[in-house]
Every structure is written in C-alpha cells, then in structure tokens.
C-alpha cells in the first residue's frame, strides 16, 4: 500500500467497527460449521456488546442519564453516545502504527486557515501543524454500510 491508500484502509475499519460498535452492522458472519452452532460470529460478537453496554447502563447515577437511555433491550443511544463520545480515542489506537508519512487522501482536517490533509500517521495537526489533534479527518463512520461496500466494490472493477 502507498502512503494515501493505507489511511483510506484504516477509515474503513475505522467505520466498520463504528457500525458494531452501534449496533448498525450489516455483516453477521459466517456460522461455525465444525461447532455445529446456531449464531453466526456476528450474532455472537452483538451479544457480548448488548452484555457490556448493560453493565455501563446499570452503573449509570445520574437520572438524566437513566432517562435518556431507556432502551434497555439494545442500547442503541448509549451506544451512539459512547462512540460519539470515544470515535477520535479509537481513531487514534487504530492509526497509532501508521507511518509518519501516510496521509489520508483528501483534505478533510479543518483549522483556522482551512481544510488541510491529515498528512502524518493519517491524523490531524494543530494549526501550527506542529502536534496531533483529537479531530478525526475521516466521517466514514457516519455513512451508511452498504454505500461504503459500494465504493469499495466499484474499485475492483
């Protein structure tokens, strides 16, 4: 992979695990033939999270909080909440290896003189591009699943 297209890879997954984390994904796995089981690695993986996001909602105090969450079936806004509240943590762990020089490949990182390139370990840089910001370059994570499969099957043609 060259410098541009190893960022653009990292925004994908960087989108895919969005979509689990939220519960928005549309890929459930394949069923483990040898196990002979019933749930497919997906179903499995949507379980173990349902579980971990109770464990956050029955930790919550606060009553706002408690109040904003009611869905106790899925967790689809604590969810939402936790990786609106997490995505650039998580855009860092995933980009934390990348070379200095990958770059993402379009500008997407704004400062106070415009959109620049997210030009170091795809990450963004201050205005005085001398260190790394939080500001993810990248809103993959907010497009729809099967837009981005489109894309990405519509470059192997």
């Known amino acids: 992979y060259d410098v541009i297209h190893i960022c653009t890879e990292?925004?994908?997954?960087?989108?895919?695990?969005?979509?689990?984390?939220?519960g928005k994904d549309l890929y459930l796995g394949k069923k483990k033939k040898k196990q002979?089981?019933?749930?497919?690695?997906?179903e499995k993986l949507e379980q173990k999270l349902k579980e971990i996001f109770k464990k956050i909602h029955d930790?919550?105090?606060d009553?706002?909080?408690k109040d904003r969450y009611k869905d106790t079936e899925n967790y689809y806004q604590l969810r939402e909440d936790w990786w609106e509240a997490?995505?650039?943590?998580?855009?860092?762990a995933l980009t934390c290896k990348a070379d200095d020089s990958n770059r993402y490949f379009r500008a997407t990182c704004s400062d106070t003189k415009g959109e620049s390139?997210?030009?170091h370990k795809c990450?963004?840089?201050d205005e005085n591009f001398t260190k790394e910001t939080d500001q993810v370059p990248t809103y993959f994570d907010y497009?729809?699943?099967?837009?981005r499969w489109f894309e990405e099957w519509a470059e192997d043609l």
């Open 36 to 42: 002979n089981q019933n749930v497919t690695e997906g």
């Open 123 to 125: 990450r963004c840089k």
């Open 143 to 147: 497009v729809p699943q099967y837009l």
């Open 10 to 22: 990292l925004a994908r997954s960087f989108a895919d695990i969005g979509d689990i984390v939220r």
């Open 59 to 61: 930790n919550l105090k």
């Open 63 to 65: 009553k706002e909080a």
């Open 86 to 92: 997490n995505r650039e943590t998580v855009w860092k």
């Open 117 to 119: 390139v997210a030009s």
